[in-house]
T-cell receptor
Framework: GQNIDQPTEMTATEGAIVQINCTYQTSGFNGLFWYQQHAGEAPTFLSYNVLDGLEEKGRFSSFLGRSKGYSYLLLKELQMKDSASYLCAALDSSYKLIFGSGTRLLVRP | IAGITQAPTSQILAAGRRMTLRCTQDMRHNAMYWYRQDLGLGLRLIHYSNTAGTTGKGEVPDGYSVSRANTDDFPLTLASAVPSQTSVYFC????????????FGPGTRLTVL
C-alpha cells in the first residue's frame, strides 16, 4: 500500500528552528513535495526534492533520503506567520501525489 | 482571472441533489486535479486529467465524475450527493503530470445534509 507518515502536531517558539519529519512508502517514487497550508486556505508549494540531499530556500530547507524513505522540512528563525499545516506528499510511479495528513505547527511568542 | 479559481466558495446541499463544482485556470496548464480534504485524512485525489480530452480516476472516484472539454476548465459533478461527500474540495493544476508543482485553487466547502 501507499503510506505517508508525519506528526500530527508540533509546537515551537518564535525565532527557533523546527524540523518536521516525513516517512513515505509508495508504489514507485518520483520525488517529494512539501506544501504549506494556512487554516481555511489553499496549499501553497514550498519545495520539491527528487535527489538525495538538502535543498535550501531562504528560511526553509528540505531534505530527502530516498534509501530510507525519509524527508524533513527545516524551518529556521520561526515567525508567527509560520503557524500553519505542513503537508508532505510523495509522487508515485504514475506521477500522482500521495499526501500525508499534515503536521499542524503552532509558533508561540 | 489570475491563476486558478473555483466556484462556489461554499454550498449547502440536500442529499440526493446534483451539484457541479467549477474550476478554471488561466495558466495554460496541461494537467488538472480534484482533491477532497477531510480532517485527519489529508488530501485525497478524486479524478485527474493529464490533458484536454482525457480524464482518469484517483484514489476516491466513486460518486464523482469529471470532464475536460478544454484546457482551462475542469468541472467536478456529484450526480446524487450523499452526506459522506461533505468535505472541502480543492482543484489544482500543473504544467504536466511529472515533477511539476501543483497550484491549488481556493477550495469549495461543501456540506451535504
Amino acid at each position: 500500500g501507499q503510506n505517508i507518515d508525519q506528526p500530527t502536531e508540533m509546537t515551537a517558539t518564535e525565532g527557533a528552528i523546527v524540523q518536521i519529519n516525513c516517512t513515505y512508502q509508495t508504489s514507485g517514487f518520483n520525488g517529494l513535495f512539501w506544501y504549506q497550508q494556512h487554516a481555511g486556505e489553499a496549499p501553497t508549494f514550498l519545495s520539491y526534492n527528487v535527489l538525495d540531499g538538502l535543498e535550501e530556500k531562504g528560511r526553509f530547507s528540505s531534505f530527502l533520503g530516498r534509501s530510507k524513505g525519509y524527508s524533513y522540512l527545516l524551518l529556521k528563525e520561526l515567525q508567527m506567520k509560520d503557524s500553519a499545516s505542513y503537508l508532505c506528499a510523495a509522487l508515485d510511479s504514475s506521477y500522482k501525489l500521495i499526501f500525508g495528513s499534515g503536521t499542524r505547527l503552532l509558533v508561540r511568542p | 482571472i489570475a491563476g486558478i479559481t473555483q466556484a462556489p466558495t461554499s454550498q449547502i446541499l440536500a442529499a440526493g441533489r446534483r451539484m457541479t463544482l467549477r474550476c478554471t485556470q488561466d495558466m495554460r496548464h496541461n494537467a488538472m486535479y480534484w482533491y477532497r480534504q477531510d480532517l485527519g485524512l489529508g488530501l485525497r485525489l478524486i479524478h485527474y486529467s493529464n490533458t484536454a480530452g482525457t480524464t482518469g480516476k484517483g484514489e476516491v472516484p466513486d460518486g464523482y465524475s469529471v470532464s475536460r472539454a478544454n484546457t482551462d476548465d475542469f468541472p467536478l459533478t456529484l450526480a446524487s450527493a450523499v452526506p459522506s461527500q461533505t468535505s472541502v474540495y480543492f482543484c489544482a493544476s500543473s504544467k504536466g503530470d511529472g515533477g511539476n508543482e501543483q497550484f491549488f485553487g481556493p477550495g469549495t466547502r461543501l456540506t451535504v445534509l
